[in-house]
């Protein structure tokens, strides 16, 4: 039995939890999710706490158990506090705006880019260069996020493009001048 699937999961205050085999629907403040799960795996809810069971002895449905368990208490976090992930514009010139459900971004192509935010995501430009997006759903905020990462991923010799908070660019050595 997989030692993370043992482990309970904490239902946190304002958070509800629908269970109907094999439909899980959690819902709170930060929205409402719903997975369904393999015929191997059940939960039980108990108070303010729910256990992940699995059912079957088949070692390859085994391996879903601690996955399924951790997938369920990700969904009770971003239903009760939400995911959030933060994106930097390095680059001269280079500036994003929200307009609803879209990010309007100029990153110095010939023209600007659209990018259109899923339903579930939101997002918030601050100083123009800064993006900052939250969700519930941890999966499609990350997805999301490497997608704007793609538009105009930082290049190696100065580091200019959309880069995630935090992260290091290991710059390259340009050319030097003839000796």
């Known amino acids: 039995m997989s030692r ?5 999961i904490k239902i946190a205050a304002g958070v509800k939890v629908n269970y109907h085999k094999p439909v899980i629907e959690i819902s709170g403040k930060g929205g409402a999710l719903k997975r369904t799960l393999p015929s ?12 992940v ?4 002895a088949d070692p390859t449905l085994k391996n879903l158990h601690g996955l399924n368990r951790t997938l369920i208490a990700n969904m009770v976090k971003g ?4 995911y959030s992930k933060q994106l930097e514009l390095q680059g001269v010139g280079y500036r994003a705006q929200v307009a609803g459900s879209k990010i309007n971004l100029s990153l110095g192509f010939s023209h600007p880019v659209e990018f259109p935010l899923p339903v579930g995501i939101t997002a918030a430009v601050e100083a123009n260069t800064k993006i900052t997006l939250k969700g519930a759903d941890k999966d499609l905020l990350g997805v999301t996020a490497d997608k704007l990462r793609k538009v105009r991923p930082p290049e190696p010799y100065k580091g200019k493009g959309i ?9 390259k050595q340009g050319k030097t ?3």
């Open 4 to 8: 993370i699937g043992k482990k309970p």
């Open 40 to 51: 191997s795996i059940s939960v039980e809810i108990k108070g303010d706490e729910m256990q």
């Open 53 to 56: 069971l699995n059912t079957s």
């Open 79 to 82: 239903c009760a506090e939400g």
């Open 163 to 171: 880069r995630y908070a935090g992260e290091v660019i290991t710059l």
């Open 177 to 179: 001048a003839g000796k």
